[in-house]
């Protein structure tokens, strides 16, 4: 009988506990992202979000893209450089040494008429001057301007660009900068402001200088927003055109040498869908092209840089191949055969519920924008992998409506080809029993008051049973002294 106070204290004790139960699990959240489609997780690469653009850095998302969509075959067969970019969904479809600097030869005409495009009228009278004519060498391509002779803006665009004047680059340059070299530094500050960062103009017509370079990429940039001038398809897709008489000469009748834009004089090379372009001849032979082309879904522009030409080996004037139209053919296929436009985030859709500790209610959030990607044919959303990161303190009551709270990326294979932010869809107040630690007092969140609660019952279970057990061992004590008591009486 003497273990029987002890015995009691103990049973006491798990008398309490097995009153406060087991407690629940911290975070009931659970993955609510079901699917079917096979896993491609695994190929998403191990990397954390840095601040940086995954879709860019790590992805095929704007002309800035450092991986393309499409890799493993090469695609093209001629070519030093290449790009094909979607620009309705800003995919970098395919690149081939992007960012390799190259002569550009006459490609430097397209910005030429950027310029002229932007800054001129091109219902304005030009006149030729003596200058213009003699900055271009006697044995360049000319459309043979004459000094004194006028003609519009626009028919001048048409004599470098379908013509492949390079007078009439010249006469175009004096008459928008006042001077060649006013011209060319125009040239070169509108290339930076473009993002252009292997570019360097020397002239406006394009012939060969050691120090006139380009990429594929720059290219590519020029190329679109020269897309965006009014008279951009009729000029760069125009085949044929014919100049009006003027003051000193007869109508000029031009041909184009863009081949994919010619259904008549060289239909093996017509493209139905290019929509414009220009090409070029290095001083070493090489072919260069940009043209830009479209259907009901897609829009591109494709540059090829230093394709390799064949010549016919017992006439050495007949060319075979020009590598240039060759190489572009396969790359526009590509693109309007294999791949299309896809919606791959929406505005408002909802990609999550969250829960706000602090808050009156839960939050539901979606991304901030609609998201377009060109995708291969036949690829879903369950192909798609979603990466969300939330950002500091963002789960944190008051949330208002827009307020942005993660960054989601979404994944096909192991590029990244979209990025954006993730706003609540809605509001989520204070919750009525929670004050912010900085207010000061006194009342705590609902998280906190269960806490609270549960530590009181703890607290109030472990003195009812030390209660129990001191009375039980006083009251066996006093039976044990009564005892002692009777035996000496």
Known sequence: MKKSPVLAFFLSIVLCFGLIGVPAAADGTTDPTETTAPDISSQVPDMTFDGTDASITHGCRTINARYPLHSGDPVISYSDAAVLYEINSGTMLYMKNPDETMYPSSLVKVMTALIAMERGNLDEIVTVSANALAAVPKSAMKVKLQEGEQLTLRDLLYCMIVGS??????????????SQQTFVDM?????RDLGCTGTNFVNAHGLHDANQVTTARDMARIAMKILECDEYKDIFGAAYYTVPETNTSAARHLVTVNYMVDQEYRFSFYYSKVTGGRTGVTEYDERCLVVTAEDENSSFVGVILGAEPAFDKKDPEQIIRHGSFEDMDKLLDLGFDRYSVNQVLFRGQILDQLHVPNGENDIVVGPVADLFCTLPDGVTADHLTNRVQMLSGSTEAPIQKGDRIANVQVWYGNVCVAQTYVQALN??????????????????????????????????????GLSIGMLIMR???EKTIRRRRRRRS
């Open 475 to 477: 009251k066996m004590n």
């Open 187 to 191: 040239m070169n500050k509108r290339a």
């Open 427 to 464: 509001d989520a107040k204070v919750g009525q029993l929670y004050t912010s630690p900085d207010q000061g007092s006194g009342l705590f969140d609902a998280g906190a008051f269960s806490t609270a609660i549960t530590v009181l019952i703890v607290i109030g279970a472990l003195i009812v």
């Open 165 to 178: 004047g390079n007078d009439a680059a010249t006469v175009i340059a004096e008459h928008i900068g006042g």
